[in-house]
């Protein structure tokens, strides 16, 4: 089993729709999660970054952590074309296998006009 | 703009070759990470540097080595390169051991 696992989609929604990203995870001792955008295999963008249970918003992105079920969120509202891309999410932490930045292997969204 | 360089942005050698990718963090980030993006898999965790000093290791190949300089720049060495070693390498930097992780727009490594 994978430490971070990420319906691999692809994904495809309306623009302005309101997208759901989920991943969840398996190491007990991640303390912290990101999310990322890369297009085209550039370099992946860090989107949101948090370390808590509970949500982050940052503009039109939300994200979401829950330790007590392993799982995190990215929302993204009112969506456009020029966010199809990949989404990543990432875990990681202070002590032992967690010290890794750990990637899922990402969603594939595309944002139609 | 990450603030993170990496260099060269694209590689093309043969197998059996030895080349040495190069990494500057951002102003002021301490640590270096490398990963690994083959076409079918995701990002693969290979090394940390913090400081000077490794961090932590994942699935790096024997084949593999890097390092962190003193000037916090890092360098990643592959010898004995093999087709399958073809992939897009990436580095990131953050301030701490831990925290936000900015990454470069990575060398695409060819092995021909």
């Known amino acids: 089993q994978k430490e971070v696992e990420q319906d691999p989609g692809p994904l495809s929604v309306p623009e302005g729709a309101i997208v759901s990203l989920n991943c969840t995870y398996s190491n007990s001792a991640f303390q912290y999660f990101m999310w990322y955008r890369q297009y085209s295999r550039k370099g992946p963008e860090l989107l949101m970054y948090?370390?808590?249970?509970g949500n982050k918003e940052d503009g039109r992105f939300t994200a979401q952590v829950d330790k007590s079920s392993k799982y995190i969120s990215l929302f993204i509202r009112d969506s456009q074309p020029s966010d199809s891309a990949t989404y990543l999410c990432a875990g990681g932490g202070t002590s032992g296998s967690a010290r890794q930045l750990t990637f899922g292997s990402g969603t594939q969204l595309t944002v139609l006009p | 703009d990450s603030g993170v360089t990496q260099t060269p942005k694209h590689l093309i050698t043969a197998t059996g070759q030895r080349v040495t990718l190069r990494c500057s963090p951002r102003?002021?980030?301490?640590?270096v990470y490398w990963y690994q993006q083959s076409l079918d898999q995701g990002l693969q965790f290979l090394i940390q540097?913090?400081?000077?000093?490794?961090?932590a290791k994942g699935n790096i190949l024997e084949r593999f080595s890097a390092q962190q300089f003193p000037d916090l720049h890092s360098e990643l060495n592959l010898s004995s390169l093999e087709l399958g070693d073809s992939a897009l390498y990436f580095c990131a930097s953050s301030v701490e051991v831990r925290g936000e992780a900015f990454f470069g727009q990575g060398t695409r490594l060819t092995v021909v």
């Open positions: 102003s002021g980030d301490l640590s």
């Open positions: 540097y913090y400081n000077g000093e490794e961090r």
């Open positions: 948090t370390y808590s249970s």
